[in-house]
């Protein structure tokens, strides 16, 4: 995946994009000319996309460390304010030591706990070196 470097500042009503470079070293050389509280981040470029059937949504899952997985259902707009490409996020991200997340999109509530317990096993198995 190719990956972009855009010169931003601010943060939340703020947050400005000023300039977006194919190089870090064509960031890193523009950074000086937007002020002192801009900084440089990376952006993939044309990141894949999911696909998934109609009728399904988005949940945000979490599972504790040896506990259930819970199901919450969230929108695209909480995906979009990230900076990680989407499929990052169906990969889980460490809450805290003993929390994971991953979103996933399902037909239900329950249709999102089987699909993330999946994910979630798919994941402890490659942490343990066992696949």
């Known amino acids: 995946m190719t990956i972009c470097y855009a010169i931003t500042s601010g943060e939340y009503s703020d947050y ?17 000319l937007y002020g002192r509280n801009a900084e440089i981040e990376d952006f993939p470029l044309d990141p894949a996309v999911p696909e998934w059937e109609p009728g399904r949504h988005l949940y945000r899952c979490f599972k504790h460390l040896g506990g259930d997985v819970a199901a919450y259902p969230s929108d ?26 991953v979103f996933v999109y399902a037909k239900n509530k329950e249709h999102a706990v089987k699909i993330a317990a999946e994910k979630f096993a798919k994941f402890e198995a490659i942490q343990a070196g066992i696949a």
């Open 16 to 32: 400005r994009v000023h300039a977006i470079f194919t190089t870090t070293e064509k960031a890193e050389a523009a950074l000086p």
């Open 76 to 101: 695209l707009s909480e995906l979009d304010s990230w900076k990680t490409s989407m499929l990052d996020h169906f990969e889980p991200e460490a809450l805290a030591p003993d929390c994971s997340r």
